[in-house]
Nanobody
Framework: QVQLVESGGGLVQAGGSLRLTCAAS????????MGWFRQAPGKEREFVAA????????SYADSVKGRFTISRDNAKNTVYLQMNSLKPEETAVYYC????????????????WGQGTQVTVSS
């Protein structure tokens, strides 16, 4: 079992940047593929980015390609999401998830979730 804690959310103006952090504990971090998802009010949780166990394989949602970067540091049991050029429509709660399987873009592939961190982008 793994526990996940997200941090780094906040209020930012459109065009600004934020760096989210997800700290893991309780199990071997490098055994899990890690993903970032987001959920806006009234909407389903949607895929943002994911990294394989080693970080060698990365996947992004089309909407964030070129602006967001996912990275992981297995020595620190941490995964990051650098978000640049943020847009108001990206206001949401951002969650990190851990998958015992492969890298998934579907939220159903994830076994553990953090509590989320709020990102608000003002226009």
């Amino acid at each position: 079992q793994v526990q996940l804690v997200e941090s780094g959310g906040g209020l930012v103006q459109a065009g600004g940047s934020l760096r989210l952090t997800c700290a893991a504990s309780g199990s071997t971090f490098s055994s899990y593929a890690m993903g970032w998802f987001r959920q806006a009010p009234g909407k389903e949780r949607e895929f943002v980015a994911a990294a394989s166990r080693s970080g060698a394989t990365i996947s992004y949602a089309d909407s964030v390609k070129g602006r967001f970067t996912i990275s992981r540091d297995n020595a620190k049991n941490t995964v990051y999401l650098q978000m640049n050029s943020l847009k108001p429509e990206e206001t949401a709660v951002y969650y990190c998830g851990a998958s015992r399987g492969a890298l998934y873009t579907d939220r159903r592939g994830y076994d553990y979730w953090g509590q989320g961190t709020q990102v608000t982008v003002s226009s």
